[in-house]
């Protein structure tokens, strides 16, 4: 699809998706708004500006991959897969009934325009790593770009992931941490310390860029530079700082909203303020 590289154009987008999110989640009654929210920005350029993707070919071979890692963020994939013209975009209200094709995790089986069915934290790199190993090995030049929560890292299954990509000098695949500092239980530096985070991934042998992952001619600028690094042999992560619930002032910052669906009052207030 052709790319959008105006950034008031890609901030007007980022308030229709969190829209849709907030939507989607209070229809359903559950879902994931703080990490979708948090997302938001990162999705919406990777999806409109960066990767290739064509949504009347989508098994086209040589497409970009997409792997969502942290499953549970679902609202904000399907929003933009709607905006992207996957399926339309009244499917949306069908979030997490019990026949919708949209469940609360990505399911392939259910919807094929997913590559992979993710959700057990840990395993969407796992997963992403064996992707990028086969389009190495079938010489198709694609990129695999993987997201993943920074709660995500207290898995030691990512570990193990980030030394075999290492080792198979894996560099077609982009890692992404969603870096928003809160997991379910609370902040991560109170349930598992991952600082100093960089330095960790550069003894694994990565190359890693940081970016303020709400900015958006910050985050244009580094998934150029990301894959320049990438094309050269570079295995990369992209450490991304955000807010959890970013765009609604009484999510920000807090555990209370990475699951947990708004009563109508708190709809309404947030809706307000994303209009």
Known sequence: MQAISDVEQLSQLCKELRRDILDMVYIAGSGHIGGSFSATELMSVLFFNVMHHDPQNPQDENRDRFILSKGHCTPIYYSILAHCDYFPHEELQSFRKIDSRLQGH????????????????????????????ALRLKNIPAKIYC?????????????????????????????????????????????????????????????????????????????????????????????????????????????????????????????????
Do not use: R
């Open 106 to 133: 990505p399911d392939k089986s259910k919807f094929p325009l997913m590559e992979s069915t993710s959700g057990s934290l840990g395993q969407g790199l796992s997963i992403a790593a064996g992707m990028a190993f």
């Open 147 to 275: 997201l993943m929560g920074d709660g995500e890292l207290d898995e030691g299954q990512v570990w193990e992931s980030f030394a075999t990509i290492n080792k198979y000098k894996l560099s077609n695949l982009i890692i992404i941490i969603d870096h928003n500092n809160i997991q379910l239980g609370g902040s991560n530096e109170d349930i598992k310390n991952l600082e100093p985070l960089k330095e960790k991934f550069t003894s694994f042998g990565f190359t890693v860029l940081e970016v303020d992952g709400h900015t958006i001619p910050a985050l244009l600028e580094i998934f150029t530079a990301a894959k320049k690094e990438s094309d050269e042999g570079k295995c990369m992560i992209l450490i991304a700082h955000t807010i959890k619930g970013k765009g609604v002032s009484f999510m920000e910052n807090t555990a209370f909203w990475h699951g947990i669906a708004p009563n109508k009052e708190e709809y309404e207030k947030a809706m307000q303020e994303l209009e």
